[in-house]
């Protein structure tokens, strides 16, 4: 009795499926492909781009002769065939101030409101004074990257201030709520920029006590929700680093930090050779750290490679780690380090760099590849080919085109043996 109602069953339950499985197969082929960001454009890498800008050619100079400043004044964009108007720019950086050169910070939105450019609210434009490859920002942003990590897209342009050729830049996307709402999925959270005064002694993480003040706004500085940052999170985490015990110390820090993805973004860090990141010679430096509103998970992010690659190819790899005096020493990634598995992660990691930074051009399985250059090496020659000229003719830079051309070979030589030099240091490390 049984065989005989399991036919009509079996055959109503694979009708039922088809139906199913053409539904979802219809909604699949209806529902449109994700509208592509109209500000890729802007943010092209195969190309030097041309961004000019008209400025009161008073207020050019008082922002010049006043760099230091973070004044503002309106002008107007041009990129291509479209033209922004009342944009405002000031200038910006730290040891990067200049002048002679400014970099500049450029906002839509300034003086009128809700105003934006291909969807972003404003970016950045290096001036590269402290970096005479002008390629060091944009290679290692684009090699974090190539590692899966979130980090701002980059460009070069020439700008023109009242059409006079300023020199070669480098186009910064903004790491500010489009950015995380592009690339987190929300943006009401809180974002902090790590802001070292000069001033100020280097900072290592250490708990200074459970007074907010002394974390925010300084060094920690809210760049949303400013005027209720919620501090409170992040000075737990770092009463957590210092405070708990070995046995505890991964599980308790997992409400903060994924120290897995923290260990890669040092390991790259490390592996370019950055003296002034997370573990710089001046203490910590150049990184934004992201809250959402509903936990106490931070992400971090990185921020301004310039000093990236500049102490060579043999740069250690426990440089400001173990060669400093312990109240040099950064708090977190010590903890990290006296953790085997996660140290193991970390040397792990600076293999794998290694091997992705060596990794020959792609070719299909028949051919035999005639560009035997890694990944590194390569992109060093890509960007220096699209910007030689814009940089030779640059006449506001703070070096001679001969200096330019030896830095470029430097990087060359870095691109050549970093690898080698990082994984025979991995090997002495190993127990």
Request: glycine share 4%.
């Amino acid at each position: 009795m049984s065989t005989h109602r399991s036919g009509p069953f079996v055959f109503f339950c694979a009708i039922a499926l088809a139906a199913l499985f053409g539904a979802r197969q219809a909604v699949a082929q209806t529902t449109p492909p994700p509208a592509p960001d109209p500000s890729d454009a802007f943010f092209d890498d195969t190309v030097v781009h041309e961004i000019r800008l008209a400025i009161n050619s008073r207020d050019w100079v008082t922002l010049k002769s006043n760099y230091l400043a973070n004044d503002y004044y309106p002008c107007d964009l041009k990129w291509g065939t479209q033209t922004v108007r009342n944009v405002g720019i000031r200038s910006r950086g730290n040891g990067s101030r200049s002048g002679v050169k400014p970099g500049l910070r450029v906002d839509f939105d300034r003086y009128t409101s809700s105003q934006k450019f291909l969807g972003l609210k404003s970016f950045v434009l290096r001036n590269n004074t402290q970096d005479q490859t002008n390629m060091h920002e944009r290679v290692a942003m684009l090699f974090f990257k190539r590692q899966g990590m979130l980090a701002s897209r980059e460009a070069h342009a020439r700008l023109y201030i009242n059409n006079a050729y300023s020199g070669l830049y480098t186009i910064v996307e903004a790491v500010d709520k489009l950015f995380l709402e592009k690339n987190l999925g929300e943006d009401s959270g809180t974002l902090y920029k790590y802001d070292y005064p000069p001033t100020d002694q280097p900072y290592y993480l250490e708990y200074k006590g459970p007074d907010s003040a002394l974390y925010v706004p300084l060094p920690f500085k809210p760049e949303t929700n400013e005027t209720d940052p919620q501090p409170a999170p992040l000075v737990d985490m770092i009463r957590t680093i210092a405070e708990t015990s070995g046995a505890l110390f991964r599980q308790q820090m997992a409400q903060f930090l994924d120290l897995s993805k923290f260990v890669k973004h040092v390991a790259v860090e490390v592996f370019l050779a950055d003296s002034d990141g997370f573990l710089g010679d001046w203490g910590m430096n150049n990184f934004y750290l992201y809250r959402p509103t509903d936990r106490n998970l931070f992400t971090i992010l990185p921020w301004d490679k310039s000093e990236a690659f500049k102490d060579g190819p043999t740069y250690e790899i426990f440089r400001n780690i173990d060669d400093v005096a312990e109240a040099n020493r950064n708090r977190l990634m010590t903890r990290v380090l006296a953790d085997p598995e996660l140290k193991n992660l970390f040397l792990d990691t600076l293999l794998e760099l290694a091997r992705s930074a060596s990794e020959p051009l792609v070719v299909a399985p028949e051919m035999t590849p005639t560009d035997t250059r890694g990944w590194l090496e390569r992109e060093t020659e890509r960007e220096y080919s699209q910007v030689r000229d814009a940089v030779l003719a640059d006449p506001e830079k703070a070096y001679t085109n001969d200096e330019f051309e030896a830095a470029v070979e430097a990087m060359r030589v870095f691109a050549r043996q970093r690898g080698d030099f990082v994984k025979a240091a991995v090997a002495r490390a190993r127990p």
